[in-house]
T-cell receptor
Framework: DAGVIQSPRHEVTEMGQEVTLRCKPI?????LFWYRQTMMRGLELLIY????????DSGMPEDRFSAKMPNASFSTLKIQPSEPRDSAVYFC??????????????FGDGTRLSIL | EDKVVQSPLSLVVHEGDTVTLNCSYE??????LLWYKQEKKAPTFLFML????IEKKSGRLSSILDKKELFSILNITATQTGDSAVYLCAAYYGGSQGNLIFGKGTKLSVKP
């Protein structure tokens, strides 16, 4: 079975440029999560969608970050304009939300983003 | 403030040793606790614990939750070099699938 698929695997760009990260969740999963991982802060949730609708974006650092989920099989995280402090590994995860019970989140391999 | 704290931050052992990794949590309306293993890429799911005192086991790995003392442990017996990784603990809290808070992880290095 295909897991969560992220692209690109690595992105190096200059500050000020627009960056778009992509994610395809596991087929059948109805919840999608974007995380950022840094040495200092560990894994932090940026935004989460349920049934393609953004539920909680309180972790999005600022207006430069935006995320969309136009359909059940695709999501994007965009940074515009990018800054060096945005350098991190960005993970996408998905899970199947069933009623009131929590389910494990399954992660993609991440996008390593470097802003010069 | 909701938090998950793991200890130790790093650990170096030799093949064959047994290790215990610790995770304590302070979250509002705790639901369940998860363990992940992260090598070079994606965190991969190991266990989800919801009930106190019930051990979950997978091969040489096992984990248990104590909801009274608010902690969990992950045990690895007869360690192998392939166990070298960062082990992450996370707690679900509240009613939302998005309410999953991670600890900073324990970096385990297993020497031959």
């Amino acid at each position: 079975d295909a897991g969560v698929i992220q692209s690109p695997r690595h992105e190096v760009t200059e500050m000020g440029q627009e960056v778009t990260l992509r994610c395809k969740p596991i087929s059948g999963h109805n919840s999608l999560f974007w995380y950022r991982q840094t040495m200092m802060r560990g894994l932090e949730l940026l935004i989460y969608f349920n049934n393609n609708v953004p539920i909680d974006d309180s972790g999005m650092p600022e207006d430069r970050f935006s995320a969309k989920m136009p359909n059940a099989s695709f999501s994007t995280l965009k940074i515009q304009p990018s800054e060096p402090r945005d350098s991190a590994v960005y993970f996408c995860a998905s899970s199947l939300a069933t009623g009131g019970s929590n389910q494990p989140q399954h992660f993609g391999d991440g996008t390593r983003l470097s802003i010069l | 403030e909701d938090k998950v704290v793991q200890s130790p931050l790093s650990l170096v052992v030799h093949e064959g040793d047994t290790v215990t990794l610790n995770c304590s949590y302070e979250v509002t309306n705790f639901r369940s606790l998860l363990w992940y293993k992260q090598e070079k890429k994606a965190p991969t799911f190991l266990f989800m614990l919801t009930s106190s005192g019930i051990e979950k086991k997978s091969g040489r790995l096992s984990s248990i939750l104590d909801k009274k003392e608010l902690f969990s442990i992950l045990n690895i017996t007869a360690t192998q070099t392939g166990d070298s990784a960062v082990y992450l603990c996370a707690a679900y809290y509240g009613g939302s699938q998005g309410n999953l808070i991670f600890g900073k992880g324990t970096k385990l290095s297993v020497k031959p």
